[in-house]
C-alpha cells in the first residue's frame, strides 16, 4: 500500500508506473475533489512517480 498526500495547494502533470491505479494525468487542486489523499497499490519492486509542478508526500506501508 502506498498513500500520497499534496504538499502544494495544487499538484499537476502526475505520472506513475508500477501503481495498480495509475496516476497518469492525474490534476490535484487540494480541496477542490473532497479528498485530503489518495491511496494506492504497489504491483512492481519499483514505483516512480513524477510531477510537472507542485510536490506530493509519498508514504509507503512495507508490512504484509
Known amino acids: 500500500m502506498i498513500s500520497f498526500l499534496p504538499l502544494d495547494p495544487v499538484v499537476r502533470g502526475i505520472s506513475s508506473t508500477g501503481l495498480k491505479w495509475p496516476l497518469d494525468t492525474m490534476y490535484w487542486e487540494r480541496g477542490k475533489q473532497g479528498v ?27 508490512l504484509e
Open 36 to 62: 485530503s489523499g489518495i491511496s494506492n497499490c504497489v504491483t512492481a519492486s519499483e514505483v516512480r512517480v513524477s510531477v510537472d509542478e507542485g510536490r506530493l508526500l509519498m508514504i509507503r506501508n512495507f
